[in-house]
């Protein structure tokens, strides 16, 4: 009798530790990561003027939607917009907004003009690098210095998006720049602002006005950000 009831008790202690183990393996299973993808400008904030009829706030749209649509089939991944349609979102609205609901990633985009009509190719800022390059030779990233944690994982972001991006502006990609993001202030997460080519360059506008290559721009960027959390 002594031995029946061992051997139940042993087979209720597996069975709490398989279902113990199932739920965390369906918990980290759900678990996704929340990106936030800012297509600037919107409602009568036109940006920057391709044509008479069409603005950087139609460009950044179709992109950003782009992209919540080519990421919507990865398991592990969240995307929320600042916005999904042609509104008005003021900066302090949307880093509010960003801000409430806690994401691990947020990805601007922007439409670049100046420096000249030879002014080519896309950009990519964040805050902080020159400090992070100044840094360079800490010895380790502690959990205590978590601004260079964000900053490395803002690096090894832009290094993913500079090798995709490259593919549809070989050899124009201008590099990773230091910039006040005002959008940006306080966020303690990956962060970079993504000026995808100049308005001001007739070879960047008729590549950013065409339906095909938004396509492409939006599918690198989401490669990268899938390749960011392999």
């Known amino acids: 009798m002594i031995g029946i009831i061992k051997k139940s008790l042993i087979l209720s202690l597996f069975a709490l530790i398989f ?3 199932l739920s965390f393996n369906l918990s980290a299973a759900e678990k996704k990561h929340l990106v936030v993808i800012d297509p600037a400008h919107g409602g009568q904030d036109v940006g920057v003027k391709l044509t008479d009829k069409i603005g950087e706030k139609e460009i950044t ?3 950003a939607l782009a992209m919540q649509k080519e990421l919507a089939g990865e398991n592990n991944i969240e995307v929320v917009l600042t916005r999904n349609s042609d509104t008005n979102v003021t900066i302090k609205e949307r880093k509010a907004n960003t801000l ?3 994401p691990e990633l947020f990805l601007s985009l922007h439409i670049n003009a ?6 080519n190719g896309f950009e990519l800022y964040y805050p902080g690098f020159k400090e992070l390059q100044e840094n360079k030779k800490a010895a ?3 959990p205590k210095n978590k601004k260079n944690k964000y900053l490395n994982d803002s690096v090894r972001l832009a290094n993913f998006i500079q090798k995709n991006m490259d593919a549809l502006f070989p050899r124009k990609g201008r590099g990773l720049r230091e910039a006040d993001v005002p959008i940006m202030e306080g966020m303690t997460i990956p962060a970079l602002v993504v000026e995808m080519g100049f308005a001001s360059n007739s070879e960047d506008k008729k590549k950013l006005l065409s339906p095909d290559t938004q396509t492409e721009i939006a599918k690198a960027l989401a490669k ?7």
């Open 19 to 21: 279902v113990i183990c």
């Open 61 to 63: 749209l179709a992109i």
């Open 100 to 102: 409430k609901i806690k």
């Open 114 to 119: 100046g420096f000249g009509k030879e002014a």
């Open 140 to 142: 380790k990233i502690s």
């Open 224 to 230: 990268s950000i899938i390749l960011f959390y392999r």
